[in-house]
């Protein structure tokens, strides 16, 4: 059974920041997200799998290369455009067309528990195709399933009045019908192959497509606050480590990771947070929900609930941050020159809150 993760996407609800980054290489609690993929791939006895990838590809390949540190076998595969899940489908058919079976999953999707288990239900019962569901809140957001009596009968693509409250989680359990079903479909109103249409075509023509109602946390990482969402509740789950330097003035409070060669001085650390290796926070407070990726600098600053990725300078900021989410090498920084006036250089669709 081989595994198929999909990062070939453009991310525009994250701009500007996915404008020179992969979506899913951005790190929620310092990990990025594309890991926690191919960890539960690897989990779930998985491994063998091919990373869809696009203009992305040489970032996605410089972090994952060959796939062995997490003992897998990586190929990757070329997508010219991203003509949706179905399109992607059709594009890694050449790869998986050897194995009968196979697990896709969205590489901007989280899933806290993993899969294992989903798994070893698929290849117990062995119908033609295995979807996962989860209530979400915001429907009309996602492809939603309408069950009768615990079976699929019909799937929509981010409906205007959804059927239900259940929402299409990214990862799929495919065998080799899903090919011929996604041969069989046309693009919809928004030029895409969708794989709901393609699910439809199954359970139109008579194949068994399972459905199962996840209860663990889940997340699309499309947005914002769902990146703030998905941080929170990972690093609810960390346990204290300090491997760096933490000076006798400092208050480490909590849950609470330094990672080593990060540096805190007279400062406060209030859990759950990590402080990414190489960082340096001085006279600073790094309040609860906050991770600090690598070689970052917070200096007479408050921060809390937040994403600060690599690189960034957070110096002699007077009001606390919250709620935000630093690209790499930002540089936030008072100056106490006159004439007082903001400076800023922005890229495009960026957002700033002033207080």
Excluded at 115 to 133: T, W, Y
Excluded at 174 to 179: C, E, G, K, V
Excluded at 293 to 306: A, G, K, P, R, V
Aim: aromatic share 6%; with cysteine; glycine share 8%.
């Amino acid at each position: 059974m081989k595994g198929l993760i999909l990062s070939g996407g453009k991310g525009t609800r994250l701009r500007p920041l996915t404008h020179t980054s992969a979506k899913q290489l951005i790190p929620v609690a310092n990990k990025p997200i594309l890991f926690y993929g191919l960890e539960a791939m690897r989990e779930a006895g998985i491994t063998r799998v091919g990373i869809i990838v696009a203009d992305t590809k040489e970032e996605i390949i410089s972090h994952v290369g060959d796939g062995s540190a997490w003992g897998l076998e990586v190929t990757y595969i070329d997508q010219s455009e991203p003509l949706g899940l179905a399109h992607a489908v059709l594009t890694a058919e050449d790869y998986l067309k050897d194995d009968d079976l196979f697990v896709m999953y969205l590489g901007d999707n989280i899933i806290k528990e993993g899969f294992k288990s989903l798994v070893d239900e698929f290849l117990q019962n062995r119908p033609n195709a295995q979807i996962l569901l989860a209530q979400v809140h915001d429907p009309e957001r996602f492809g939603v399933a309408e069950l009768s009596n615990g079976r699929v009968v019909r799937l929509i693509e981010k409906p205007q009045v959804p059927p239900s409250g259940l929402a299409l989680v990214g990862v799929y359990m495919f065998d080799h019908n899903i090919f011929t079903a996604a041969k069989s479909i046309k693009p919809s109103a928004r030029g895409e192959l969708e794989i709901t249409d393609a699910i439809q075509f199954l359970i139109d023509e008579g194949y068994v497509v399972d459905p199962h109602v996840i209860n663990g946390w889940w997340k699309d990482t499309g947005k914002l606050e769902d990146l703030l969402e998905a941080n929170r509740i990972l690093l609810d789950d960390l346990e204290t480590r300090i491997d760096g330097s933490v000076d006798e003035r400092s208050r480490i409070i909590g849950k609470v990771i330094v990672e080593k060669e990060a540096t805190v001085v007279n400062s406060t650390i209030r859990g759950p947070a990590i402080i990414g290796e190489g960082s340096i926070i001085e006279n600073a407070y790094v309040g609860p929900f906050t991770s600090v990726y690598y070689n970052s600098l917070i200096s007479h600053s408050e921060i809390e609930h937040s994403m600060v990725l690599e690189n960034v300078k957070l110096c002699n900021i007077p009001v606390r941050i919250e709620d935000s989410l630093l690209g790499k090498n930002v540089e936030i920084i008072k100056s106490d020159a006159k004439p007082k006036a903001y400076r800023f250089m922005l890229g495009d669709n960026s957002m700033v809150g002033l207080v």
